[in-house]
C-alpha cells in the first residue's frame, strides 16, 4: 500500500510560482515512476510532467521551459516548481507513482491540491 500526500497549492497572480510536493509513504516495494497530473474544470486530466526512478523526465508541451518535477528519493517526495504561471494552469492538481514489488506493480493517485491563478 503508499499513501500520498500533496501539499503546496494555493492561489497566485498570473506570472507568479508554486512549488507542489508529493511525499509517499510505502509498506512494500519501489516506486519506479511518479508523475503530476491536472484537471481542470470540464477538461479531462492531463499529465503535466513524469519523472522515472533514474531521472528521465517529460513535460506536457504546454508546460515545457515554465515548471520543473524533480524527485527525493531518500525522502520518497516528488516536487514540481511552477514558475511563470498562467490562468489556465488553473486546476486540480494529482500526484501519481507507479510501484514495483516482486510480483506486481501498482499505480497510485493522490487526492488532489488546488492551484488558482488569478488576478
Known amino acids: 500500500q503508499v499513501q500520498l500526500v500533496e501539499s503546496g497549492g494555493g492561489l497566485v497572480q498570473p506570472g507568479g510560482s508554486l512549488r507542489l510536493s508529493c511525499a509517499a509513504s510505502?509498506?512494500?516495494?519501489?516506486?519506479?515512476?511518479m508523475a503530476w497530473y491536472r484537471q481542470a474544470p470540464g477538461k479531462q486530466r492531463e499529465l503535466v510532467a513524469q519523472?522515472?526512478?533514474?531521472?528521465?523526465?517529460n513535460y506536457g508541451d504546454s508546460v515545457k521551459d515554465r515548471f520543473t518535477i524533480s524527485r527525493d528519493d531518500a525522502k520518497n517526495t516528488m516536487y514540481l516548481q511552477m514558475n511563470s504561471l498562467k490562468p489556465e494552469d488553473t486546476g486540480v492538481y494529482y500526484c501519481?507513482?507507479?510501484?514495483?514489488?516482486?510480483?506486481?506493480?501498482?499505480?497510485?493517485w493522490g487526492q488532489g491540491t488546488q492551484v488558482t491563478v488569478s488576478s
Open positions: 501519481y507513482v507507479r510501484t514495483i514489488t516482486i510480483i506486481m506493480t501498482a499505480d497510485y
Open positions: 510505502l509498506s512494500n516495494g519501489r516506486i519506479i515512476a
Open positions: 519523472i522515472t526512478s533514474v531521472g528521465n523526465t
